[in-house]
C-alpha cells in the first residue's frame, strides 16, 4: 500500500471507506521474505520492538495457505461473530496459531517502530499495513469464537491485543497508518460488543479491557494529531526535494494522478519558477497547521466549522494548486476520530461499571438467543416445523409427540433465556436483512409458534405450570420485539401477543394463580404509554421515508407536510417501493413465514407499480397524489394500531380475571 493514496482530496474517504473490506493482500513468499529481510539488514532483531514480532507474524502468515474460499469464510463470521462457527473456520484458526502467538507477543511491547523512511513522501510503500489488517481479521475471528466456546480470558486477551495494535499503528507516522489502526479497532469493538451482547466478560476480563484502552485514550488518540504533523513536514519536504528543478516538475501529473481535477490543479505548477513553487509549498505548509490546530479546539462544534471553511477554501483555490491534491478530506479524518474517542469513552464507562461489580447479564442483548434459536429451529426436519406451526394454529391437535416436545426443549431454554434479558437489539442482523421486512421478523414469528405449540401439548398433558412458562416467554419476546424500530415489528409483536393471549384464554380454567401472575408480570412488559412501540415506530417510518424517497429538492418541504399526514398503511406502502431494486439494500427477498400479518399479494401489487411510483414522486415530489387511487393494504397497520390498547387491555383482563369471572372465549376448554 502506497502512502501516495493520502495525497489526493478524496483518497482518505475511499481509502477508510474500504478498509474494513479489502480483500486480504496476496503477498508471494519470495517477496515477503526479501521486505523482511531488506528492513533488517545491517541490524540484529529487537525483541522488545513490535515490529520485530509483527514481523514474524506476517512472515509466519506467508508460509500458510489460506484459500480465497477460507478468507470468505472468515470475513463472513467476522461480520456476523454470534453465529457458530463452523469447522472451516475452527480449522483455518488452528493453522494461523503461531501467527497469532508471534502478533500477540508483538502487541505487548511497548513501542512499535517499522523504521520508515519517511523521507520518500508520497513513494513510500507500507506493505505491513494491509499484512497487519489480514492478521487482525484473523485475531478478530479467533476472539469471537472463544466468545462462543466459553473462554472470555482469552478472548479479551485477543481484543486487547487488537487496542494495542490499533494504537502501534497510529505511532506509525502517515496518516494512513492511524486510519488503519482505526480501521482495526472498529473491527474488534464490534468483536467486543458481540461479547457484551452475551454477557461473557465478568469483572476479570473488564478490567484488563478497560486498562488497555485507558492506554489508547490520552489526548491524542492513534496517533491523529501525530499524523497530521508528520504530513505536515513529510509531505512538502517530499515535493520539494523531488521536484526541486522545473524540469523535474514535467512527472509530477504521472506521479500524482492524472484525472482531470488534478489535471487542472497542477498545470499553473509546471510554469512556476523556483521561488513560486516555494511560495506554493509555503502556503500549503501553512494551510496544515491551520487544520492541526483545528484538531485541537476543545469544541468539536467550532471545529468541524472550521475544517468546513479549509474545505471551502480549497476547493476555491485560495491555497494554491498543490493544497488542492495534497490536502485530504479532514472534515471526514475529524469526525471519525471524534467518533473513536466517544466509542472509547463509552467503552471504559460500560468496563468499569463490569469491573466494580455491575452484573454482565445486565447488559446481554436478548436478539443474540434469538437468533441462536432461530438457527436451530431451522434446523429441525421440515415435518417436525410443519407440524408445531399446524399445533399453534389449532389446539384442538392432539400433540402426543414426546420425541418431538424433547427436541425443541433446547430451543425453548435459548428462548427463556433470551426473553429474560433486559434489552434486545436486532441490529446486529441488519447487514444481512432485507430493507423492508428484516428475516428476524419471521424467526421470531416462528419461535413463538413453537412456544404455542410446546404450550398446548403442556396443557392437554394438564401441566399447566411448564404452559404458562412458555407462554410468559412469548410474552417478553413479544415486548422485546415492540422495542425494534420498524412499523412491521410493531405489527409482528403485536399478533404474538394477540396469539399468546388467545392460548393462555384457552387454557384458562387449568392456570393456578400463580401462573397466571407470572403470565401477567411478562404481558405488561409491553406497557400501556406506546403498546407494540407504534408511536414511536411511526416517526421512524417518515424519517427513513424522507430519507429514501428519491425526492426532488424543491419538494421536500411539501413531501416532508405530506409524510406527517401518512398513515401506517400508507408508510408501509412507500416503505416497500421506496428503495430503487437495482441497490444493494433492497435485494434480498421477503422472509417467509408472516402469513396473516403481511399480505405477499398485495406486496408484489405494490411491488409492480414501484418504478412508476417513484419516477413520479422524484419528477414532482407530490406524495399526496400517489394516494389518490386505493393502494394495497400490505400489513393492516393502521387497524392494528387503532386496536393496540384494547390489545393490551383486554389481556391484562384476562390474566387478572379469577376462574369464576374469565371471559367466555369461542375456543373451548380442552376436555380434562
Not at 10 to 38: D, F, H, M, Q, Y
Not at 68 to 94: F, H, K, M, T
Request: hydrophobic share 45%; net charge negative; with cysteine.
Amino acid at each position: 500500500m502506497s502512502h501516495r493514496l493520502v495525497g489526493s482530496l478524496n483518497a482518505v474517504k475511499k481509502v477508510a471507506g474500504r478498509i474494513c473490506t479489502i480483500s486480504p493482500l496476496r503477498v508471494a513468499p519470495a517477496v515477503l521474505s526479501l521486505w523482511i529481510s531488506t528492513v533488517a539488514v545491517g541490524q540484529s532483531p529487537d525483541a522488545r520492538n513490535a515490529a520485530t514480532w509483527y514481523r514474524k507474524s506476517i512472515e509466519r502468515l506467508g508460509a500458510i495457505e489460506i484459500s480465497d474460499a477460507e478468507w470468505q469464510a472468515i470475513q463472513r463470521y467476522r461480520q456476523d461473530p454470534g453465529s457458530s462457527p463452523d469447522d472451516s473456520i475452527r480449522a483455518v484458526l488452528a493453522r494461523v496459531q503461531p501467527v497469532l502467538s508471534a502478533f500477540q507477543r508483538g502487541t505487548q511491547q511497548a513501542y512499535s517502530d517499522f523504521e520508515l523512511d519517511l523521507t520518500q513522501g508520497f513513494d513510500l510503500e507500507l506493505p505491513h499495513l494491509s499484512q497487519l489488517q489480514s492478521i487482525g481479521r484473523l485475531a478478530m475471528a479467533d476472539a469471537a469464537v472463544r466468545i462462543h466456546d466459553g473462554d472470555a480470558s482469552a478472548a479479551a486477551d485477543r481484543l486487547a491485543s487488537l487496542y494495542r495494535v490499533a494504537d502501534h499503528l497510529g505511532g506509525d507516522g502517515p496518516l494512513i497508518s492511524s486510519l488503519v489502526g482505526q480501521a482495526v479497532y472498529r473491527g474488534a469493538d464490534g468483536i467486543l460488543q458481540t461479547g457484551l451482547d452475551q454477557g461473557a466478560f465478568g469483572p476479570a476480563e473488564s478490567g484488563r479491557l478497560r486498562q488497555t484502552l485507558v492506554d489508547l485514550s490520552g489526548d491524542d488518540t492513534l496517533g491523529v494529531l501525530h499524523a497530521l504533523q508528520m504530513e505536515q513536514t513529510m509531505v512538502t519536504d517530499w515535493v520539494r526535494q523531488k521536484y526541486a528543478e522545473a524540469s523535474d516538475r514535467a512527472t509530477m501529473l504521472e506521479d500524482l494522478g492524472n484525472d482531470s481535477g488534478t489535471a487542472e490543479a497542477l498545470a499553473g505548477m509546471l510554469l512556476l519558477d523556483e521561488q513560486r513553487f516555494e511560495g506554493a509549498l509555503a502556503q500549503t505548509e501553512q494551510l496544515m497547521g491551520r487544520v492541526r490546530t483545528a484538531f485541537e479546539l476543545d469544541d468539536p462544534e467550532e471545529a468541524k466549522f472550521e475544517l468546513a471553511q479549509i474545505a471551502t477554501e480549497v476547493r476555491d483555490g485560495e491555497h494554491g494548486p498543490l493544497a488542492m491534491i495534497m490536502v485530504p478530506n479532514f472534515e471526514f479524518v475529524y469526525d471519525r476520530m471524534v467518533e473513536l474517542q466517544e466509542t472509547i469513552a463509552e467503552r471504559l464507562a460500560v468496563l468499569g461499571a463490569i469491573e466494580s461489580g455491575l452484573d454482565p447479564r445486565a447488559l446481554a442483548n436478548a436478539a443474540v438467543w434469538y437468533l441462536r434459536a432461530f438457527a436451530a429451529i431451522q434446523s429441525l426436519d421440515p415435518p417436525v416445523r410443519a407440524k408445531l406451526r399446524n399445533i399453534a394454529d389449532d389446539p384442538h391437535l392432539p400433540v402426543d409427540d414426546a420425541p418431538m416436545l424433547a427436541a425443541i426443549a433446547p430451543i425453548v431454554e435459548t428462548l427463556r433465556e433470551g426473553s429474560s434479558k433486559p434489552g434486545c437489539d436486532f441490529s446486529v442482523t441488519r447487514r444481512e436483512t432485507s430493507p423492508f421486512v428484516p428475516v428476524y421478523l419471521a424467526g421470531m414469528r416462528e419461535a413463538a409458534r413453537l412456544l404455542h405449540a410446546d404450550a398446548i401439548g403442556r396443557l392437554q398433558a394438564e401441566q399447566p405450570g411448564p404452559a404458562a412458562d412458555r407462554l410468559a416467554i412469548c410474552y417478553r419476546m413479544s415486548a422485546h420485539l415492540a422495542e425494534d424500530p420498524r412499523l412491521l415489528s410493531s405489527v409482528t409483536a403485536q399478533v404474538i401477543f394477540e396469539d399468546t393471549t388467545s392460548i393462555a384464554r384457552w387454557g384458562r380454567d387449568l392456570f393456578k394463580p400463580a401462573q397466571r401472575a407470572a403470565m401477567l408480570e411478562a404481558a405488561r412488559g409491553v406497557g400501556r404509554r406506546d403498546p407494540f412501540g407504534y408511536l414511536v415506530n411511526l416517526g421512524a417510518a417518515r424519517v427513513a421515508l424522507l430519507e429514501t424517497l428519491p425526492l426532488p429538492d424543491e419538494g421536500r418541504p411539501r413531501a416532508a407536510e405530506a409524510v406527517g399526514r401518512l398513515n401506517g398503511d400508507q408508510l408501509v406502502y412507500l416503505l416497500a417501493v421506496a428503495a430503487p431494486p437495482d441497490t444493494a439494500s433492497a435485494a434480498p427477498v421477503e422472509p417467509e413465514g408472516l402469513e396473516g400479518i403481511i399480505s405477499y399479494e398485495d406486496l408484489e401489487i405494490a411491488r409492480s407499480f414501484a418504478e412508476q411510483v417513484r419516477d413520479f414522486i422524484a419528477g414532482s415530489g407530490d406524495l399526496d397524489a400517489v394516494f389518490e387511487r386505493p393502494v394495497p393494504t400490505i400489513a393492516k397497520v393502521h387497524e392494528r394500531f387503532q386496536a393496540a390498547r384494547s390489545t393490551l387491555g383486554r389481556a391484562l383482563t384476562a390474566l387478572q380475571a379469577t376462574e369464576e369471572t374469565s371471559e367466555v372465549d369461542s375456543i373451548p376448554s380442552p376436555e380434562p
